[in-house]
T-cell receptor, first 111, second 112 residues
Framework: SQQGEEDPQALSIQEGENATMNCSYKTSINNLQWYRQNSGRGLVHLILIRSNEREKHSGRLRVTLDTSKKSSSLLITASRAADTASYFC???????????FGAGTRLFVKA | NAGVTQTPKFRVLKTGQSMTLLCAQD?????MYWYRQDPGMGLRLIHYSVGEGTTAKGEVPDGYNVSRLKKQNFLLGLESAAPSQTSVYFC???????????FGEGSRLTVL
């Protein structure tokens, strides 16, 4: 079963707007990661946030983590057409060796 | 640095045929993973390895076998392909468990 579930499944915005994607998970984690996948390509790591962190920034990306609610959000500010991609959250399993992915959010940024 | 390389990139099989997907990484990573990606399902873990000579089952291991004879290579085998195994397969590696994953570009497999 999948650990993380993203919301919304799909998101369409105008260039320059902010995009927010949410991820909920079921069990305790050590860390949570976000990945990006362009159509037909492999996944690329964006950011990792540890369970003892609440917020992390990387360029136009801001990730928050609320372990009490078992949820995370990814904010992309000032979106560009090139941000069009699928975004996945991923969490570690309780055994600590596996990374489990959600179904992803498809983001479409209109120029 | 090539990173993670998967071969072949595309393959069409008939039901019952066998094949092997090869994953090679040049980053000296201990941990390697095989995922499959189906529409609307995200990525599901098939098998993984925590080091040379080790393998372990993931979420959906049935119908697949793996081997890690060399640290840099992780092979995924289908002994008797079924249409349900039509998917895009991704290999990934990492330098520590549940750390940043480095992905290959994927292998698209169609089983007729």
């Amino acid at each position: 079963s999948q650990q993380g579930e993203e919301d919304p499944q799909a998101l369409s915005i105008q260039e320059g707007e902010n995009a927010t994607m949410n991820c909920s998970y079921k069990t305790s984690i050590n860390n949570l990661q976000w990945y990006r996948q362009n159509s037909g390509r492999g996944l690329v790591h964006l950011i990792l946030i540890r369970s003892n962190e609440r917020e992390k920034h990387s360029g136009r990306l801001r990730v928050t983590l609320d372990t009490s609610k078992k949820s995370s959000s990814l904010l992309i500010t000032a979106s560009r057409a090139a941000d069009t991609a699928s975004y996945f959250c991923a969490t570690d399993d309780t055994g600590g060796f596996k990374t489990i992915f959600g179904a992803g959010t498809r983001l479409f940024v209109k120029a | 640095n090539a990173g993670v390389t998967q071969t072949p990139k595309f393959r069409v099989l008939k039901t019952g045929q066998s094949m092997t997907l090869l994953c090679a990484q040049d980053m000296n990573h201990e941990y390697m993973y095989w995922y499959r990606q189906d529409p609307g399902m995200g990525l599901r873990l098939i098998h993984y390895s925590v080091g040379e000579g080790t393998t372990a089952k993931g979420e959906v291991p049935d119908g697949y076998n793996v081997s890690r004879l060399k640290k840099q290579n992780f092979l995924l085998g289908l002994e008797s392909a079924a249409p349900s195994q039509t998917s895009v397969y991704f290999c990934a590696s990492s330098y520590r468990p549940t750390g940043e994953l480095f992905f290959g570009e994927g292998s698209r497999l169609t089983v007729l």
